[in-house]
């Protein structure tokens, strides 16, 4: 079956930092690859998505490249602030708007 | 416009009683998922419903779990007998025409 593997955390930096979550997938086919997040004490927010192989998903200075021959999805962003501190999961869909299937996790905690 | 709501936010209950966790999708939004949380993990697929009926329930654990949507809006999610592994955020998501799910705040179960 379908699913995502995603590197633990906590990953904790300094502001204006450079961050990369990795995540990597095993899925049939050709899956939808999402990244989200979840804010202390919110929900979970889509940030970005991929519909297909080399498709780059961005939002709010957050980057993700669908790379299909290595089956990953990393979350980059090249100078992160304090409000970036969240949960963020990597995820994907076997079929548009199917069920998603998520990684477990990584707590980003950013420092002034 | 309103998100997905879901209530309870906070439930206690006692082993072996019955609950009912409800959902109230994005007005219009055709597909409704259910998600089970525990602590420090990602979100687990439960149950799809697209329309009225269940596209999908081959994430619901065991027989003790079943989910309705009778006019094919609000979403109630039942659990009998509960146990104490039970005990998790209960997400809700609901998608319209585009592959995005637009997830509700949760409802903390606790089983005690």
């Known amino acids: 079956g379908n699913s995502v593997t995603q590197m633990e955390g906590p990953v904790t930096l300094s502001e204006e930092a450079f961050l990369t979550i990795n995540c990597t997938y095993t899925a049939t086919g050709y899956p939808s690859l999402f990244w989200y997040v979840q804010y202390p004490g919110e929900g979970l927010q889509l940030l970005l998505k991929?519909?297909?192989?080399?498709d780059k998903g961005s939002n709010k200075g957050f980057e993700a490249t669908y790379r299909k021959e290595t089956t990953s999805f990393h979350l980059e962003k090249g100078s992160v602030q304090v409000s970036d501190s969240a949960v963020y999961f990597c995820?994907?869909?076997?079929?548009?708007?199917?069920?998603?299937?998520f990684g477990g996790g990584t707590r980003v905690l950013v420092k002034p | 416009g309103a998100g997905v709501s879901q209530t309870p936010s906070n439930k206690v209950t006692e082993k072996g009683k019955y609950v009912e966790l409800r959902c109230d999708p994005i007005s219009g939004h055709t597909a409704l998922y259910w998600y089970r949380q525990s602590l420090g993990q990602g979100p687990e697929f439960l149950i799809y419903f697209q329309g009225t009926g269940a596209a999908d329930d081959s994430g619901l654990p065991n027989d003790r779990f079943f989910a309705v949507r009778p006019e094919g809006s609000v979403s109630t999610l039942k659990i009998q007998r509960t146990e104490r592994g039970d005990s998790a955020v209960y997400l809700c998501a609901s998608r319209g025409r585009s592959s995005e799910q637009y997830f509700g705040p949760g409802t903390r179960l606790t089983v005690t």
């Open positions: 995820a994907l869909s076997g079929a548009a708007g199917n069920k998603l299937t």
């Open positions: 991929a519909t297909k192989a080399d």
